[in-house]
């Protein structure tokens, strides 16, 4: 009977031992189960970031196009073509394109690599109003040369520089945006690509 009292106290002595050694197991290893957290949450919220329109701007134009016909030197009768143009100017990132590098012991977001912007600039030209005369046609052809034209002036008109200037500063802001979750976290962010300047990392 007393062999049986010290056998259960054995046992039951090593099943605590067994479940103080787990406890304690888990507890340690706490914090790197927290870090391989951290980086599957950032590396998703990465991986969720695709290609971002960060500015659209939508321009309207009209212009009138007069075309003569000249006999012996003198105009003798005319023609004129107005033009409505509606021109839609896009800056975006493939964001796809970025690359990051998420360094989980040190808590950093290493920023390796930015995408240049993609300009898009797509102006559509529709004939409002056709002044025809009897001697003087208005042919498929000049409408044609019309509306080209009309489409490069549409093009010209554009600031491209300034656009991609506002695109940049509104790509940093959505980074910032984006990033937020990161610094809740406690990660730092580094750029070494030299575009991200003004993020406030």
């Keep these: 009977m007393r062999n049986n009292k010290i056998i259960l106290s054995f ?7 067994v ?15 927290t870090e391989k957290s ?17 500015m659209e701007q939508n321009i309207s134009s009209m212009q009138k196009t007069k075309m003569g016909y000249e006999m012996f030197g003198k105009e ?5 073509i107005i033009t409505y143009t509606k021109t839609n100017a896009q800056v975006s990132y493939d964001l796809n394109k970025m690359k990051i590098e998420v360094d989980s012991i040190n808590k950093k977001l290493v920023i390796t690599e930015l995408p240049d912007a993609d300009i898009r600039i797509t102006p559509s030209v529709e004939i409002q109003s056709l002044d025809d005369s009897f001697f003087n046609r208005i042919s498929e052809k000049d409408i ?14 554009i600031d491209q520089n300034q656009l991609r200037s506002e695109g940049h500063k509104q790509l940093m802001e959505n980074l910032n945006n984006i990033f937020v979750l990161a610094k809740a976290l ?16």
Excluded: H, P, W
Excluded at 19 to 33: E, P, R, T
Excluded at 76 to 80: A, C, F, K, L, Q
Excluded at 186 to 201: A, P, R, S, V
């Design 11 to 17: 046992i039951a002595g090593a099943g605590v031992m």
């Design 19 to 33: 479940l103080l050694f787990f406890g304690l197991k888990s507890c340690l290893n706490l914090g790197g189960k």
């Design 38 to 54: 951290d980086y599957y949450v950032l590396t998703n919220q990465i991986a969720r970031m695709n290609k971002m329109v960060v």
């Design 76 to 80: 003798v009768s005319s023609n004129s």
């Design 144 to 157: 044609r040369n019309v509306t080209e034209k009309a489409k490069e002036t549409a093009i010209k008109s």
């Design 186 to 201: 406690n990660y730092t962010i580094e750029d070494k690509t030299g575009k991200i300047g003004i993020l406030g990392l």
